[in-house]
């Protein structure tokens, strides 16, 4: 084994990724949202809160919660280099990938996210448990919807 796999061996063994990182996220978010809405105007209270529903979440989870991050995150970031590979095929080819996408691509990220979501095991996670067959019946309703909402918009 070389120097990294005895660090990440290490990492894992002490349950930095079961419990320290899933933490640190859940801190960081609640915190950024706490401080971006002004809820309590007052950023010891926003850090006491955020780090009281870091402890619940993780608490909550358990490992299950620091898999489904390392799942979801590594899963995402292997899809977002591929779509990063077709924006730069896009520009090679004269597409202009900035315009005209906000509303559009904002869709397509959410329903990306939710199939990512579901595929690498957000249901279990939450106390939700989907067979495989209720997936697929979730994933074609989500896309008939969409295309149902993409062929009724209206053009201009």
Not at 115 to 133: M, T
Request: no cysteine; net charge positive; proline share 2%.
């Amino acid at each position: 084994m070389g120097m990294f796999d005895t660090l990440i061996a290490n990492l894992n063994s002490m349950g930095f990724y079961d419990f320290v990182l899933p933490w640190l996220f859940v801190f960081a978010v609640v915190y950024a949202i706490l401080a971006r809405t002004n809820v309590f105007n007052n950023n010891s209270v926003n850090g006491l809160v955020s780090m009281v529903i870091a402890f619940f979440v993780t608490g909550f989870g358990g490992p299950a919660i620091g898999k489904f991050f390392s799942s979801f995150f590594g899963g995402s970031s292997i899809f977002f280099a591929g779509f990063l590979v077709l924006i730069l095929f896009a520009g090679m080819f004269g597409f202009k990938v900035g315009d005209k996408i906000e509303g559009k691509f904002l869709a397509v990220a959410a329903l990306i996210a939710v199939v990512l979501f579901i595929s690498w095991g957000g249901p279990a996670v939450a106390g939700i448990n989907l067979s495989e067959k209720t997936q697929a019946i979730l994933f074609v309703v989500v896309v008939m919807g969409a295309a149902i909402a993409f062929v009724t918009q209206k053009q201009g």
